[in-house]
Antibody, heavy 122, light 112 residues
């Protein structure tokens, strides 16, 4: 059973770069596609971007200029970098594996990591 | 700002049936893209509840059902139980946003 674990600094200073890692266990990161999703405290979910099994990458247009998603197959993890952060980037950050089924048109997300809270301080 | 709109909250007594709507447009749900539903219990990560509009992953009780019609989708919970008190989110894909996955605004379900 695949397990995802996000890790990284819980506190980042405004204008700096947020860097998180999602460690995958119980499966190969090369076989599936992966997304990063965030949730500000008390608010809803926002998709940040994905990296497909093929290496193809796409980002939320609202974050595209500041986001970089990558993967390291040797370490079996994927990474998120978000530059020039502000207080609005304070959120719980989740990584999630893409869920596909036979006749599916688009992917869903399952499973999810437990999430990691990142607070942007001024 | 989410392109999928859900009611902020719904409530019901134990045993009752509640429904949650997810309203989109012709560039997402109406374009034929699948709708997924997630349940988020307090302090936990979202959990897949419904995939492909109306399918339940193994382990999800059949009290949960999903449907889709036109530019909207719905999640129904029948025989409401105290453990169903959670936030629920729909998710799809939007072709007008450079190909972005999108989530609904979220609905908080309260069991009275």
């Amino acid at each position: 059973q695949v397990h995802l674990q996000e890790s990284g600094p819980g506190l980042v200073k405004a204008s700096e770069t947020l860097s998180l890692t999602c460690a995958v266990s119980g499966g190969s990161i090369s076989t599936y596609s992966w997304s990063w999703i965030r949730q500000p405290p008390g608010k809803g979910l926002e998709w940040i971007g994905y990296i497909y099994w093929s290496g193809s990458i796409n980002y939320n247009p609202s974050l595209k200029s500041r986001v970089t998603i990558s993967k390291d197959t040797s370490k079996n993890h994927c990474s998120l970098k978000l530059s020039s952060v502000t207080a609005a980037d304070t959120a719980v950050y989740y990584c999630a594996r893409h869920f596909q089924y036979d006749s599916g048109v688009i992917d869903g997300f399952d499973p999810w990591g437990q999430g990691t809270l990142v607070i942007v301080s001024s | 700002q989410s392109v999928l709109t859900q009611p902020p909250s719904v409530s019901g007594a134990p045993g009752q049936r509640v429904t949650i709507s997810c309203t989109g447009s012709s560039s997402n749900i109406g374009a034929g893209y699948d709708v997924y539903w997630f349940q988020q219990l307090p302090g936990t990560a979202p959990k897949l509840l419904i995939y492909g509009n109306s399918n339940r992953p193994s382990g999800v009780p059949d009290r949960f059902s999903g449907s889709k019609s036109g530019t909207s989708a719905s999640l129904a919970i029948s025989g409401l139980q105290a453990e169903d008190e959670a936030d629920y989110y729909c998710q799809s894909y939007d072709s007008s946003l450079s190909g972005s996955y999108v989530f609904g605004t979220g609905t908080s379900v309260t069991v009275l």
